[in-house]
């Protein structure tokens, strides 16, 4: 998964690319969100880069009431950016989301 990252501003500064999982439809014994990769990256004014991101089948699984992992077929909500899926800012609207069918 690869998001593109540009600083907007006047000045240098730093941003950290967060990428959350979301289950869809399957009960509320899951995590309503789970943080599976970040990534810290240094923006010169103006600059635009690429944030690349590897998602294993195990990032994609669930876990169990025992601990252990399962392969999960469905619909995900992946979603990207410097804050939470659910935090808004409005002035940038940073939060990239598209849904993925894991067959």
Sequence with gaps: MSVDVTNTGKLDGEEVVQIYLSHVNQGNKIPLKALKGFSRIFL????????SFTLSPEDLSLVTENGGLK?????????????????????????????????
């Design 44 to 51: 010169k004014a103006g600059e635009h880069r690429v944030a």
């Design 71 to 103: 392969e999960f077929k469905g619909k995900v909500l992946l979603s990207a950016g410097g804050y939470q899926p659910d935090e808004r800012n409005l002035k940038s609207g940073n939060i990239l989301t598209q849904a993925i069918t894991i067959l």
